[in-house]
């Protein structure tokens, strides 16, 4: 009966029905002989897939490779093969699913496209003339808290970061992992200021200098949204004066970057809890994505901010146009697309260096129970200290009362019923406990600004109960003293700069010094050696001036040697060659002479052994 009523079906439904059965059918074709490719050896794959390559050897393809895609083939294929042969035998049904998916694809990209301009409006409407003149204000401060330290010294990490990394091919900075050092985002945006501008430091460093000098900005959005006008004024200034912050600005490391994300995540999932907009959650994803993808750490902040929306979830902390379902549905899709996102990313290096590489290196690793006690104390020892940084006296105790007084004033200063800065600390403990990582104080860049507002709310919080405790009841009283807290925060920012400007000054540093000295005596046939932890700036002070890193390869026949011990080190010549150089034979070392000392750096120049050089490298 059934099959008598086809005929009666209108001619668009059964050309409809024929092309969805040839469609299924070529896709049972191609997943069932993908599949049985992915079967076979590896030999025996690569042998057929050599064929899609032009020049008949498809190089990407390699054992690493198919190890790692092997299972995920196996399964997606054996899916798609099940799919098509029901799909094909229940043509009604494939065909009703089939309209129904493209209808509601075009309703999601229809709304998807709407909430993209309500979230411009609601930007606009939020971004007053008040409002517009804080945020410059603030990002002008911030600026000029780093700018003038934008030429200090080259440090170690950050150095090693651009040259081994953003100063390679854009395909190897990407897909090398060798060392945890590689911040993988932010070493795309280090490779392409680098192209644009060449190897100096203000070009190598601007992608953690824009970043940080943002965060304030966008920390007073941020707190605005929490707590109002006199929390976010404050909280934006002591962001752009923290010596944390300031510090990290002209390091070319990925932390700045991290930070940002963290802040912009933050406002955008907060915007689109109390708002059903697709775009705001899209782009909570992206920026999610792109933090993990610049550190790992970001697993941290993205904790804290699901933990958040959960508990909104649970005690129904959301916009009236969400329901229950809708809501959960909304935290749990954007998470994993958040997650796919982040992984995706770093599938060049999962495929090159392996899971293990990000997951389980020494950096991120579980530390033995009664080690991780005792470094974990220390650890927290030196984020002690990096609080104190400037001549304001106290200046971490008056961080962390403020950061207290948040969370005991949190239910009368907050716009959420939620004590995030709380609830981090809990996650954050939990994470510790769980992973027992290695924390050094820089990990906890992505905290500073969210701890920055806290502890201006909480301060802000204090003086309104003092306040209205002793029945003052003008605004003025309070902006004064809220001005002088701001004051108290830019002094101590301004004497950490006042301290470190005088050496911020280009061709001022150590290892600048030694380099152009070198350099200025070098030969195409001399070497230089030079170890750890100073090696990696002068690799990149070479760089800089155009010598490239030639000169520090041991494997090659040479005149004459110039080797950099550092003696506060506690270096010595003949331990520096040992570490990096040729072996001591190929030194006359006779001829050693200690030619110059630059601070900290003795310079020596070793003629060659050229009896040895000329058996090994010939004449």
Known sequence: MAGNNRQFLPPHTTIHSFFVRVGLLLLFVFALFSFII?????????????????????ESFTPTVYKVIQIPVLILTGLFSVASIYGFFRIDQTSKFLNYAKLSFSNFLKDFLRSWKTLILDWRSFCDRKVILSLLAILVLSFLMRIFLIYRPMG???????????????????SDYHFPNNHVFHTFLVHLTYKLFGPVEWAIRMPAFISSVLLAPFGYILARRWYGERVAILSGVLIAVLPDTIHYAVNARGYSL???FTLLTFIL???????????????????GGLGFYTLPIMA????????????????KLYGQDYSRINFLFHIIGTGIFTAIIGLFLYIPIFLNWGFASLFANPYVSAMDQTLYSQTILSRFSESWEVLNQGAVPGFGYMLIAGFILSIIFHWKISRDKIPISLLSLIIISFLLIIQRPNVFNRT??????????WVSAGWVALVEAILHFIRVKSSKVQVIITGLFALVFIINGLSYLQEHIPTSVEGYGTIERASVYIMDRLTPEDIVIITAVDDAPMWYYFEKYGFGRDYFLKEQPFKYAYVAVTWSDNQTVEQVILERGPDLGFFDMETKEKITTINSIDIYKIKANDAVINSVFGD
Do not use: M
């Not at 708002?275 to 909570?284: C, P």
């Not at 500073?448 to 507002?453: R, V």
């Open 156 to 174: 170690h990490d950050e150095a090693y970061t651009a040259v081994i990394f953003a100063f390679e091919p854009l395909s190897n900075g990407l």
């Open 444 to 453: 906890w860049q992505f905290f500073y600004p969210l701890a920055c507002i």
């Open 300 to 315: 941290y902040p993205l904790a804290i901010i699901y933990a958040w929306l959960g508990l909104s979830w649970l005690f």
């Open 258 to 260: 991290l930070a940002l």
């Open 269 to 287: 999932t907060l915007y689109a809890r109390q708002h059903k907009n697709k775009a705001a959650w899209f782009l909570s994803a992206i920026t």
């Open 38 to 58: 992915f079967l076979l050896p590896y030999d025996q794959t690569a042998s057929y897939l050599n064929h899609l390559a032009s020049d008949g050897q498809l």
